[in-house]
């Protein structure tokens, strides 16, 4: 899988909330190479505050030579890159880790909670490009603690054409209560592929569900990062056994029954 390292240019920045930014960034070799799923690691200053890179999922790609990073402002590195400026230079280094594997010959279910939002844009557009057939069966589940999660990234989702369904943990936006709940009341074909990113809880009900009713299911897993190539072996995550993988290299996205998940 090719990667690169670019001098990329910001184009855009949109603070959809108070807390959650969408970054786009002129970076052809990237666009060009990614798949959903995948990541890229970002250089937030250009000196040694913050030292290291930042991971983040691919939000979106197109033809022209774009991606976007949906993020929330959490810290230094966050903060730092939702107060970039058009016309600015940021170094990436991607794409990075496993994509997602498509069958579009399947209906589709994507869960996307919080953050886990980023790489279902991305997915949900890709999924839609490659079926010759209906999207009518396949559905997309989003959720967040507040509006300002889920609202602002609604119409992205909404033209694609796959049913878009949100809820947040406060009731401001859509339903009341978690993705999960969401997820157990659809009717779902008995042959659908869910596709889940989120908290770590979340994924973890996600996978037990999917289990429990035979259904195919591939996560992306968020974890912190160093590196994203594998060297610092600070992101392994256990598999059972007193097995581990490594999420830059092995993943992020895994298939939900090979990981160990905490009750």
Avoid at 16 to 27: D, M
Avoid at 159 to 176: N, P, Q, V
Wanted: aromatic residues 6%.
């Amino acid at each position: 899988m090719p990667q690169y390292q670019e001098k990329t240019i910001v184009t855009r920045v949109e603070h959809l909330s108070e807390e959650n930014v969408r970054l786009t960034l002129k970076a052809p070799q990237i666009a060009s190479a990614c798949k959903p799923g995948q990541f890229v690691m970002i250089r937030a200053a250009l000196g040694k505050d913050p030292l290291l890179r930042r991971p983040f999922s691919i939000h979106q790609a197109d033809s022209s030579g774009h991606i976007q990073l949906y993020f929330k402002i959490v810290g230094r590195g966050t903060d730092l890159l939702a107060h970039l400026k058009v016309g600015e230079e940021v170094s990436v280094l991607g794409p990075l880790g496993k994509a997602f594997t498509i069958d579009k010959d399947r209906p589709v279910c994507l869960v996307g909670g919080g953050l886990g939002i980023a790489p279902m844009l991305y997915l949900a557009k890709e999924i839609s490009r490659s079926k010759t057939g209906s999207t009518n069966g396949d559905l997309v589940i989003l959720g967040g603690r507040t509006k300002g999660e889920v609202e602002p990234v609604m119409a992205d989702f909404d033209e694609i054409g796959i049913r878009t369904l949100a809820t947040t943990d406060d009731g401001s936006y859509g339903t009341k209560g978690f993705v999960t709940e969401l997820l157990k009341s659809s009717d779902l074909p008995a042959n659908t592929q869910v596709y889940a990113c989120g908290p770590e809880p979340m994924m973890g009900a996600v996978s037990l569900w999917c289990e429990e009713q035979k259904l195919a299911c591939q996560v992306s897993v968020e974890s912190v990062m160093a590196c994203g190539m594998g060297a610092c072996l600070g992101c392994s995550r256990p598999v059972g056994d007193g097995k581990y993988v490594h999420v830059c290299l092995d993943g992020p996205v895994f298939d939900a029954r090979e990981l160990k998940w905490n009750s």
